[in-house]
């Protein structure tokens, strides 16, 4: 395990799998811990969902919410075609005093990101939408939640 110098302290909030909407949660919340002020967090892992990357995108003091599909644009391209095989996103959008309620430009912006992503060979996880406490995951608002990871065999 790495070991953190004074002027650099680890960061790494990607220990682990990600095998259901409570991991990638834990570890939004270490992200958003990190980061108070980001709007905007990204987790890509990798085809076997362990993490490679958490990406917080900082608001600024008066910004509530930012567009989530500039950030999706990012993704896509540097993740589309990657030479190690499909990568999967989880994205979170913090919106920090709301009431977190799904609505239809949610449901809508949801289906077209999952279009966007499936297109460029990316499996979208999930979408998270969290106020100061409260946390809606759209994979499991609008469909059947994760799908099981690759290589999962039961027992």
């Excluded at 650099?8 to 958003?32: G, I």
């Excluded at 990190?34 to 987790?43: E, G, N, S, T, Y």
């Excluded at 979208?124 to 690759?150: H, I, K, N, Q």
């Amino acid at each position: 395990m790495p070991k953190p110098c004074r002027r650099h302290p680890l960061t790494n909030v990607l220990p682990r799998y990600l095998l259901c909407p409570q991991d990638a949660l834990d570890v939004l919340e270490a992200v958003e811990a990190l980061h108070p002020d980001a709007r905007q967090v990204a987790l890509v892992v990798d085809r076997d969902r362990r993490g490679v990357l958490s990406m917080p995108i900082i608001g600024g003091p008066d910004e509530r919410h930012i567009a989530i599909d500039p950030l999706v644009d990012v993704l896509v391209q540097a993740l589309k075609g990657n030479p190690d095989g499909p990568m999967g996103i989880v994205l979170c959008s913090v919106r920090p005093g709301q009431t977190i309620d799904e609505t239809p430009a949610d449901v809508e912006t949801w289906r077209r990101i999952q279009g966007r992503c499936q297109d460029a060979g990316i499996e979208l996880l999930d979408w998270f939408l969290s106020d100061d406490s409260y946390s809606r995951s759209m994979a499991e608002t609008c469909d059947e939640g994760w799908p099981d990871p690759p290589g999962l065999v039961e027992s």
